[in-house]
């Protein structure tokens, strides 16, 4: 991988890189299109990463679906497919981590205490590996991103990190690997999670309620009004350092997390 970057380097190319878990489906597509639209060359990377997932979480059943994979890839244009294994990423006495503090232990890192710090060292040596100029990310995982940047900027990697929309189903719900796990019935509660962003929005922008916590109770009523849907939490945070915000200054981010049966669901909306 990394002889073959670095000869279209040689050659004065632009590398783009889009790390993904597999199970593809039109929001890791939209990354792909922005890549190749930005950049020379485009690398995907299809890796189930073991450090980010929580002892009691989905790592072994997490969907699969490499003919299909590689079937949505051979329509665009990505040159290179990465698919290390476990064993490589990871070889028998691993133990160097990159730890990202107190902004992993917020919102998804109060329940996956590891989680970002698995995520950090994971995409820190695939761009090791890579050696991309420009990496993208979907705005899907809103925390995400927000730790990827704060890592480049704190370790000093010169690589661009561009944040791209969150591409929804027709009927809203946020495209994700895991929604293959919801139930038809469970598909149908977990409509709630953009309904309760719209709402929230619409609540801010109006201008009728002012006040941060009864804007957040509210969004927590509408979906606990849903049986099915249980939250892990509702919060509204600045964009850029995700701390808490006490009162409506925009931009703001409405994230979101729930349980639906055996499924952690995660979506968020910009209120700009
Ligand atoms: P994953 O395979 O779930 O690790 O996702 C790989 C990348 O695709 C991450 O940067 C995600 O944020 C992004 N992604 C996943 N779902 C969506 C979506 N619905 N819209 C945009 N980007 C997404």
Known sequence: MQSFVQS???EGKSIGFVPTMGALHEGHMSLFRKSIEDNDVTVAS??????QFGPNEDFNRYPKDHKGDMEKLSTLNVEAVFLPDVAEMYPKGFST????????????????????NGVATVVTKLFNIVIPDRAYFGQKDFQQTVVIKKVMREL???IDIVACPIVREDDGLAMSSRNAYLSDEERKSALILSKALQYGKTMMMSGKEANISLVKDKIAAL????PLVKIDYVEIVGIEYLEKIKEIKLPVAICI???IGNTRLIDNIIVE
């Open 46 to 51: 299809i890796f189930i990463n073991p450090t």
């Open 156 to 158: 000093g990697l010169d």
């Open 97 to 116: 981590f990159i730890y990202v503090g107190g902004i992993g232990s917020i919102l998804c890192g109060a329940s996956r205490p590891d989680h970002f």
């Open 8 to 10: 279209l380097k040689a």
């Open 257 to 259: 997390a729930v349980n």
């Open 223 to 226: 979906i606990k009004s849903d």
